[in-house]
């Protein structure tokens, strides 16, 4: 589990690897939950935003949203 700081572009770092949740979190601290390579970011309240897989081969990843 990780807790990080969104920047003021929106983008978060988790595992050496960068992603956006947008700058409407900019200044907020969201929670990614890995398991092996998905990882899945909430919002300060819990509510899921969207996840990922992490790729060893690239640094930054989309973020697929949740519906």
Same mark, same amino acid.
């Given at each position: 589990m990780h807790h990080c700081l969104v920047a003021s572009n929106g983008a978060i770092g988790i595992a050496g690897h960068r992603t956006s949740v947008g700058t409407p979190y900019a200044? $907020? $601290?969201v929670t990614a939950i890995r398991d092996g390579t998905r990882v899945t970011v909430y919002d300060p309240d819990g509510h899921p935003i969207g996840h990922l897989t992490l790729q060893p081969d690239k640094t930054y990843i %989309?973020? $697929?949203? %949740?519906?």
């Open positions: 200044g $907020t $601290t %989309t973020l $697929t949203p %949740t519906p």
